[in-house]
């Protein structure tokens, strides 16, 4: 069974950067053909995706992040990282790792396991 | 960017009702449609992928259809460890979107 689990400082002050670790247990991430994702959800909001690390190391990010932004990797301690800089209120979310699966064609494409999330707030 | 439209934002039902959440994509998608469920402090849950494919371990009440760029959720018979938010996903393409969500509310 394979388990996701975030970790980091649940305060960050505006204009620094926030760190998040996710360690994951029962499956390793730089074998088998899974992305590793980050995903954001706002206070009372919905969901909105952050980016990936693949197995292979390449990194996708979405756009409206992407400046500032980066996702990396620990295969020894079989890790992912978000280092999200210079952040504002607007960056004030619980942070969800997860993994993506692409398990063939038509549309078998999904998040299947998700942390249990990290509040991040934002705030001097 | 995809844009998932969820509709109703919320929904007050019972427990034993048939509900229908619908989706929809701002352009065709094909079938490459995830909904998750989501309860108060939890993370999302997948019910089904594909529009149509229930994940392992969810129960059958729980149905998905569409096509292109409308889809929907069906709980057949509603029980009360159903009412909680679920959102739509679209994965056909990059950023990958969700829809607004769903609160579903026991009446």
């Known amino acids: 069974q394979v388990q996701l689990q975030e970790s980091g400082p649940g305060l960050v002050k505006p204009s620094q950067t926030l760190s998040l670790t996710c360690t994951v247990s029962?499956?390793?991430?730089?074998?088998?053909?899974?992305?590793w994702n980050w995903i954001r959800q706002h206070p009372g909001k919905g969901l909105e995706w952050i980016g990936y690390i693949y197995y292979s190391g390449s990194t996708y990010y979405n756009p409206s992040l992407k400046s500032r932004l980066t996702i990396s990797r620990d295969t020894s301690k079989n890790q992912f990282s978000l280092k999200l800089s210079s952040v504002t209120a607007a960056d004030t979310a619980v942070y969800y790792c997860?993994?993506?699966?692409?398990?063939?064609?038509?549309?078998?494409?999904?998040?299947?396991?998700w942390g249990q999330g990290s509040l991040v707030t934002v705030s001097s | 960017d995809i844009q998932m439209t969820q509709s109703p934002s919320s929904l007050s039902a019972s427990v034993g009702d048939r509900v229908t959440i619908t989706c929809r994509a701002s352009q065709s998608i094909s079938a490459y449609v995830n909904w998750y469920q989501q309860k108060p402090e939890k993370a999302p849950k997948l019910l089904i992928y594909?529009?149509?494919i229930l994940q392992s371990g969810v129960p059958s009440r729980f149905s998905g259809s569409g096509s292109g760029t409308d889809f929907s959720l069906t709980i057949s018979s509603l029980q009360p460890e159903d009412f909680a938010t679920y959102y739509c996903q679209q994965s056909y393409s990059t950023p990958y979107t969700f829809g607004q969500g769903t609160k579903l509310e026991i009446k």
């Open positions: 029962g499956g390793s991430i730089s074998s088998g053909d899974y992305y």
């Open positions: 594909a529009a149509s």
């Open positions: 997860a993994r993506r699966i692409e398990a063939g064609l038509g549309g078998r494409d999904y998040f299947d396991y």
